[in-house]
């Protein structure tokens, strides 16, 4: 039983959600297991940041299961979604840093607000957390003070703050000048090297064919293909998909 929790860490089955009336998810399914960086590409619409926020509960699924370590997720429920938070950070395209704060604080608020730990021990904790991702000297600069690839990496260190189980990237580069890209990017190899469970939206496909293990093509709110890095750019199966790569590759 316990061999099964980790090849399924983390598994829908059959989800769709709606946007207002518009069906934006349909039948969804696919499992996750530890320590897997599992990408997810495909057309804008196509449902991929619809995704991530439908797993932590600011969409809500109309249809079908999604477990967390052999839990089922009640996003009805108030405990069983909270739980299921605490498993689950996300990164967006936007930083939504305050801009009041220190990159440290940033980092050290919501552990010492919302879970009640002693300031000193989690500004001890940010500390190392900035440092982990590149920014050990600017542990007292303010947002405006920071490029915006130093920036996302305070939001992602800030993610990591909650000790996620799942860390969710939402087009996190999508917002950044280009020469900002990599320093970001670097970033994320170093937490897949480290063995962290991601789900990442990215239209870097170059990047998505280093760090994925695996990559799931969405078109219309479906998974038209799912495979490895190799098999999807170089193998597609499908028509959809060999329209796509075709294009993003000449680019």
């Not at 937490?191 to 994925?212: D, I, K, Q, Y």
Request: glycine share 8%; net charge neutral.
């Amino acid at each position: 039983m316990e061999r099964e929790a980790q090849l399924s860490f983390l598994e829908l089955q059959g989800v769709s959600a709606n946007y207002g009336r518009q069906e934006v998810l349909t039948d969804v399914s696919v499992s996750i297991a530890k320590g897997e960086v599992v990408a997810l590409i495909g057309p804008s619409g196509s449902g991929k940041s619809t995704l991530l926020r439908t797993l932590i509960g600011l969409n809500k699924p109309t249809r079908g299961t999604v477990r967390l370590a052999g839990e089922t997720i009640g996003y009805d429920q108030a405990k069983s979604l909270r739980r299921a938070r605490e498993q689950f950070a996300i990164v967006f395209q936007q930083y939504n840093l305050f801009q009041n704060m220190t990159a440290l604080r940033n980092v050290a608020i919501a552990p010492q607000i919302v879970k009640k730990r002693p300031k000193a021990e989690v500004e001890a904790e940010a500390a190392k957390l900035l440092e982990r991702v590149g920014l050990g000297a600017k542990l007292g600069a303010y947002p405006d003070e920071l490029s915006g690839g130093q920036q996302q990496r305070v939001a992602i260190a800030r993610a990591l703050a909650q000790h996620p189980a799942i860390l969710l990237l939402d087009e996190i580069t999508a917002a950044l000048d280009p020469e900002l890209v990599t320093e970001v990017l670097d970033t994320i190899r170093g937490l897949a090297a480290e063995g962290m469970t991601m789900l990442v939206v990215s239209h870097e496909m170059a990047f998505v064919r280093e760090v994925a293990t695996r990559v799931i093509f969405m078109d219309r709110g479906r998974i038209v293909e799912t495979g490895s890095p190799k098999d999807i750019f170089e193998n597609p199966q499908t028509e959809r998909l060999r329209d796509f790569t075709a294009k993003i590759l000449r680019h």
